[in-house]
């Protein structure tokens, strides 16, 4: 037999061929498994129930422990979303996948289409040190505007029909990213003012005729800035109000003008 032959029909070289390849198939098992802990098991939307066929992949619960005393959490398990917040809307068709029509006074709070949010954790989002990451320039003293650039503070808050929604009383930023996230602002709108988070990515600086400096987003009308989520601090922002936040601002391009649901043409 020749060198490496172990019988005259087997070799190390096809051994380690094979090995190789029941490897993979077993990574690729244990893969599939792993991306199995959020999300499932799946929920059929027609009739509610949970879909239990995928016994061989679904993997058995695991325990994390969550940083800075957060407890802990065991995935895959059978919460869902709407478990206790039920879907407000219909479906537009009878079929499996069909998507919602918002049936809420305010769709942009119906957690819908691009105002879809997730039943995030609601604490703030923590650095290494146990300090909430995303604060106003009130509390991050060592943070401030660059010189040489724009100062929101003091600048209207406009919506895409050119009605002043408020003012931009503070900065919120990140500590550990060192960016800006959010303009905090007092409302003119609505029932009462507020203070109301408004995500930077959402807006952009423009002059007006006269040279006044506004912070315009196109997003909402001015006075859909009255029903703009809360946070419960006023210092600091959970990631389950973020997440409610930016949905009502990302679902307004849709759903702030009925006109943005029908066809371009």
Request: no cysteine.
């Amino acid at each position: 037999m020749e060198t490496g032959a172990i019988t005259g029909y087997i070799d190390v070289a096809q051994v380690t061929l094979y090995a190789f390849w029941v490897f993979f198939a077993l990574l690729l098992f244990y893969i599939r498994q792993e991306d199995r802990r959020e999300g499932y098991p799946l929920e059929a939307d027609q009739s509610g129930a949970f879909n239990r066929d995928d016994w061989l992949f679904l993997p058995p619960a695991k325990t994390f422990l969550l940083p800075h005393g957060h407890g802990e959490v065991s995935v895959p398990n059978d919460k869902r979303d709407n478990a206790d917040r039920p879907v407000p809307g219909a479906k537009i068709a009878n079929f499996s996948g069909a998507p919602y029509l918002p049936t809420g006074e305010n769709p942009m709070l119906d957690s819908i289409g691009p105002g879809s949010w997730a039943e995030r954790s609601d604490t703030p989002d923590l650095s290494h040190d146990g300090k909430a990451k995303i604060v106003p320039l009130r509390v991050a003293s060592d943070f401030a505007v660059a010189e040489g650039e724009i100062n929101p503070v003091g600048v209207r808050v406009v919506g895409y029909d050119l009605v002043v929604a408020g003012t931009v009383s503070d900065v919120w930023v990140d500590r550990s990213e060192q960016m800006l996230r959010y303009l905090e602002a007092t409302t003119e709108v609505g029932d009462a003012p507020r203070q109301i988070l408004v995500p930077i990515n959402f807006g952009v600086f423009r002059k007006t005729g006269d040279g006044e400096r506004i912070f315009y987003v196109h997003a909402l009308r001015g006075e859909q800035f009255a029903s703009v989520p809360s946070t419960k601090q006023s210092d600091s922002v959970s990631f389950l109000e973020e997440d409610q936040i930016t949905a009502y601002f990302g679902s307004g391009l849709l759903y702030a003008d009925p006109s943005r649901q029908e066809p371009l043409a």
